[in-house]
Nanobody, 115 residues
Framework: QVQLVESGGDLVQPGGSLRLSCAAS????????MGWYRQAPGKQRELVAS????????NYADSVKGRFTISRDNAKNTVYLQMNSLKPEDTAVYYC????????WGQGTQVTVSS
Protein backbone atom coordinates (compact mmCIF):
# COMPACT_ATOMS: atom_id res chain seq x y z
CA GLN A 1 0.00 0.00 0.00
CA VAL A 2 1.07 3.54 -0.78
CA GLN A 3 -0.46 6.63 0.77
CA LEU A 4 -0.20 10.02 -0.92
CA VAL A 5 -0.90 13.42 0.62
CA GLU A 6 -0.91 16.52 -1.57
CA SER A 7 -0.57 20.11 -0.47
CA GLY A 8 0.08 23.54 -1.93
CA GLY A 9 -3.08 24.29 -3.88
CA ASP A 10 -4.31 27.85 -3.67
CA LEU A 11 -5.88 30.80 -5.47
CA VAL A 12 -3.31 32.66 -7.56
CA GLN A 13 -3.42 35.44 -10.13
CA PRO A 14 -2.57 34.80 -13.78
CA GLY A 15 1.18 34.86 -14.26
CA GLY A 16 1.79 33.73 -10.71
CA SER A 17 3.48 30.64 -9.33
CA LEU A 18 2.64 27.76 -7.02
CA ARG A 19 4.46 24.69 -5.81
CA LEU A 20 2.53 21.52 -5.13
CA SER A 21 3.91 18.81 -2.88
CA CYS A 22 3.06 15.14 -2.65
CA ALA A 23 4.34 13.15 0.32
CA ALA A 24 4.36 9.39 -0.10
CA SER A 25 4.35 6.81 2.68
CA UNK A 26 3.93 3.07 2.97
CA UNK A 27 5.55 0.75 0.42
CA UNK A 28 7.87 3.43 -1.00
CA UNK A 29 10.29 0.96 -2.52
CA UNK A 30 7.57 -0.43 -4.77
CA UNK A 31 6.99 2.89 -6.55
CA UNK A 32 8.23 2.94 -10.14
CA UNK A 33 7.11 6.44 -11.05
CA MET A 34 5.07 9.32 -9.72
CA GLY A 35 3.19 12.07 -11.41
CA TRP A 36 0.53 14.72 -11.36
CA TYR A 37 -2.82 14.65 -13.09
CA ARG A 38 -5.41 17.39 -13.16
CA GLN A 39 -9.11 17.59 -13.78
CA ALA A 40 -10.96 20.76 -14.62
CA PRO A 41 -14.77 21.03 -14.31
CA GLY A 42 -16.46 19.26 -17.20
CA LYS A 43 -13.19 17.89 -18.56
CA GLN A 44 -11.41 14.57 -18.45
CA ARG A 45 -8.54 13.97 -16.07
CA GLU A 46 -5.24 14.55 -17.88
CA LEU A 47 -1.60 13.78 -17.16
CA VAL A 48 0.38 16.92 -16.38
CA ALA A 49 3.83 15.57 -15.57
CA SER A 50 5.57 12.42 -14.42
CA UNK A 51 8.96 11.36 -13.10
CA UNK A 52 10.48 7.91 -12.76
CA UNK A 53 11.87 6.73 -9.48
CA UNK A 54 15.03 5.19 -10.87
CA UNK A 55 16.51 7.55 -13.42
CA UNK A 56 14.40 10.61 -12.78
CA UNK A 57 13.16 10.69 -16.37
CA UNK A 58 10.46 13.34 -16.72
CA ASN A 59 7.53 13.75 -19.06
CA TYR A 60 5.23 16.75 -19.52
CA ALA A 61 1.97 17.56 -21.22
CA ASP A 62 2.50 19.94 -24.14
CA SER A 63 0.29 22.51 -22.45
CA VAL A 64 2.67 22.89 -19.50
CA LYS A 65 6.10 22.41 -21.08
CA GLY A 66 8.41 25.28 -20.22
CA ARG A 67 6.16 26.43 -17.36
CA PHE A 68 5.90 23.46 -14.99
CA THR A 69 8.73 21.42 -13.47
CA ILE A 70 8.36 18.10 -11.67
CA SER A 71 11.05 17.03 -9.23
CA ARG A 72 11.54 14.63 -6.37
CA ASP A 73 13.32 14.49 -3.03
CA ASN A 74 13.97 10.84 -2.30
CA ALA A 75 15.12 11.56 1.24
CA LYS A 76 11.71 13.06 2.00
CA ASN A 77 9.72 10.69 -0.23
CA THR A 78 8.18 13.77 -1.76
CA VAL A 79 7.44 14.84 -5.32
CA TYR A 80 6.97 18.48 -6.26
CA LEU A 81 5.30 20.31 -9.10
CA GLN A 82 6.61 23.82 -9.57
CA MET A 83 4.10 25.78 -11.63
CA ASN A 84 5.11 29.12 -13.13
CA SER A 85 3.39 31.54 -15.48
CA LEU A 86 0.03 30.15 -14.46
CA LYS A 87 -2.94 30.66 -16.73
CA PRO A 88 -6.68 30.54 -16.01
CA GLU A 89 -6.83 27.31 -18.00
CA ASP A 90 -4.56 25.69 -15.42
CA THR A 91 -7.43 25.87 -12.95
CA ALA A 92 -8.22 22.33 -11.84
CA VAL A 93 -7.99 19.81 -9.04
CA TYR A 94 -4.47 18.40 -9.13
CA TYR A 95 -3.95 14.78 -8.12
CA CYS A 96 -0.73 13.06 -7.20
CA UNK A 97 -0.37 9.51 -8.50
CA UNK A 98 2.08 6.73 -7.75
CA UNK A 99 2.69 3.83 -10.10
CA UNK A 100 3.59 0.72 -8.13
CA UNK A 101 2.10 -2.76 -8.27
CA UNK A 102 -1.14 -0.83 -8.36
CA UNK A 103 -1.84 2.79 -9.14
CA UNK A 104 -2.43 4.96 -6.09
CA TRP A 105 -4.08 8.39 -6.04
CA GLY A 106 -4.00 11.25 -3.60
CA GLN A 107 -7.09 13.14 -2.52
CA GLY A 108 -6.42 16.14 -4.77
CA THR A 109 -5.63 19.79 -4.18
CA GLN A 110 -7.45 22.72 -5.79
CA VAL A 111 -5.54 25.19 -7.93
CA THR A 112 -7.47 28.25 -9.05
CA VAL A 113 -5.93 30.82 -11.38
CA SER A 114 -8.02 33.96 -11.48
CA SER A 115 -7.75 37.70 -11.14
Amino acid sequence: QVQLVESGGDLVQPGGSLRLSCAASGSISSIKAMGWYRQAPGKQRELVASITSGGGVTNYADSVKGRFTISRDNAKNTVYLQMNSLKPEDTAVYYCVADAKYTYWGQGTQVTVSS
